[in-house]
Nanobody
Framework: QVQLVESGGGLVQAGGSLRLSCAAS????????MGWFRQAPGKEREFVAA????????YYADSVKGRFTISRDIAKNTVYLEMKSLKPEDTAVYYC????????????????WGQGTQVTVSS
């Protein structure tokens, strides 16, 4: 079982940048695809980005493509979400998730979830 802890959220002005981190515990981290999701107030949780277990393949929601980059450091058991050109509509709680099945992860099926980190983008 993987346990996940997110960090790096905060308040930023539109056009700014943030990097979220998700630290994983558990010796099987390298076997899991990892992903980021977000949930804005009054809205359903939505997929943001996912990366394969080996870091070779990455997928993004259309709304963040070209602005966000997901990456992972297997040695550090950490996955990152680099966010640039942030917009007010990016404001949400961001969650990290893990699933050995990348396809399942991309549709929101996570074996493990973090507690979330708040990102607020002011206009």
């Amino acid at each position: 079982q993987v346990q996940l802890v997110e960090s790096g959220g905060g308040l930023v002005q539109a056009g700014g940048s943030l990097r979220l981190s998700c630290a994983a515990s558990g010796r099987t981290f390298s076997r899991y695809a990892m992903g980021w999701f977000r949930q804005a107030p009054g809205k359903e949780r939505e997929f943001v980005a996912a990366i394969s277990w080996n870091g070779v393949s990455a997928y993004y929601a259309d709304s963040v493509k070209g602005r966000f980059t997901i990456s992972r450091d297997i040695a550090k058991n950490t996955v990152y979400l680099e966010m640039k050109s942030l917009k007010p509509e990016d404001t949400a709680v961001y969650y990290c998730a893990a699933n050995p099945d990348l396809a399942g992860l991309r549709v929101g099926r996570g074996d493990a979830w973090g507690q979330g980190t708040q990102v607020t983008v002011s206009s």
